[in-house]
């Protein structure tokens, strides 16, 4: 089955520093990636998607992320943190395996912002 | 456009209550899906619908049941709540499936005890 891991539950960064959030899939076939920001007591809402084309990938809030098939990983960057990025955030790969039904969700990484 | 509503916001259940948490959207999306959020889980696929009158398991359904009646919402029902259900659910919407992206609600935090 399909599964996604992101190395560190939790990462701190200091502000004006990059951020990098990582992200790892198993399927030997390219899926449908996408990472997500989670504000407290908020919902999910979409910060960028790969499907297919350009591997580099740019999202909302200065955000991009870069698919690498030879790594199965889709890592999410920002080349300076802002105490606004302070949120939690999660990598999710669209299930090949479900004929792309279902939407596997990684366990999530929260991020801190240190002034 | 509203978006993804999820009625209530809070709510406390003593165990063997039931309960039922409303979602609607008016995106006009084909696909819906209910998700439970526990601490350092990330998401977890309860149920999950392709369209109305169209409803699947996903990973932890067990303890809950749906329905999807119209193409706008798709109510969780919990019977006989348990401890163990006490957690953050999401209802999301999506135009279709694969590369297109899912639109959150706010969600509902229920407590049983």
């Known amino acids: 089955a399909q599964s996604v891991t992101q190395l560190g539950s939790h990462v701190s960064v200091s502000e004006g520093a990059l951020v990098l959030l990582r992200c790892n899939y198993s399927s030997s076939v390219p899926p449908y990636l996408f990472w997500y920001v989670q504000y407290p007591n908020q919902g999910l809402q979409l910060l960028l998607k790969?499907?297919?084309?350009?591997?580099l990938v740019k999202g909302i809030n200065g955000f991009e992320a870069e698919f690498k098939k030879s790594e199965t990983s889709f890592h999410l960057t920002k080349p300076s943190a802002h105490m606004s990025d302070a949120a939690e955030y999660f990598c999710a790969v669209s299930d090949r395996g479900t004929s792309y039904d279902k939407v596997i969700f990684g366990p999530g990484t929260s991020l801190s912002v240190i002034p | 456009n509203a978006g993804v509503t999820q009625t209530p916001k809070f709510r406390i259940l003593k165990i063997g209550q039931s309960m039922t948490l409303q979602c609607t959207q008016d995106m006009n999306h084909n696909y819906m899906y209910w998700y439970r959020q526990d601490p350092g889980m990330g998401l977890k696929l309860i149920y999950y619908?392709?369209?109305?009158?169209?409803?699947d398991k996903g990973e932890v359904p067990n303890g809950y049941n749906v329905s999807r009646s119209t193409t706008e919402d798709f109510p969780l029902r919990l019977e006989l709540a348990a401890p163990s259900q006490t957690s953050v659910y999401f209802c999301?919407?999506?135009?279709?499936?694969?590369?297109?992206?899912?639109?959150f609600g706010p969600g509902t935090r229920l407590t049983v005890t």
């Open positions: 790969y499907t297919t084309g350009a591997t």
């Open positions: 619908s392709v369209g109305a009158g169209i409803t």
């Open positions: 999301a919407s999506s135009y279709s499936k694969g590369l297109y992206e899912q639109y």
